[in-house]
């Protein structure tokens, strides 16, 4: 039993793989100034970033749980997801209202993908 983990820090490891499945930590924004869509749209590069770097892409996507800061930016966020999401491979999704660790993050992604 093999785990491989990328991106491995103090307190959490950025990517987990473990039989050709990846599992990403939660993708927050760097730039938390920006407002929802850019927020979301960085977030969703970093996933993008991290799937390709794991042998993956987001038409691997096996669900994805999305948090948000505030369920009026709901509709916002949806629709850099739709942009983003890959047609016809779109995955289970759960959204939820959550207060996240840093108040000027507005969006995080927990993705599991499989690997190609």
């Not at 730039?31 to 869509?37: F, M, N, P, Q």
Request: proline share 3%; charged share 20%.
């Amino acid at each position: 039993m093999e785990i491989k983990r990328l991106h491995v820090g103090k307190r959490l490891s950025e990517v987990a793989i473990h039989n050709n499945t990846v599992y990403l930590a939660g993708q927050i924004a760097e730039d938390t100034t920006a407002d929802i869509a850019g927020q979301t749209r960085e977030v969703l590069g970093h996933v993008d970033r991290l799937l390709a770097e794991s042998g993956s892409d987001k038409s691997c996507i096996l669900s994805t749980q999305i948090y948000i800061s505030d369920m009026a930016l709901f509709p916002a966020m949806n629709e850099e997801w739709d942009a983003w999401v890959a047609q016809g491979h779109t995955p289970p999704r759960a959204t939820v209202e959550a207060k996240l660790a840093n108040p000027a993050c507005l969006v995080e992604i927990v993705v599991v993908a499989a690997q190609r």
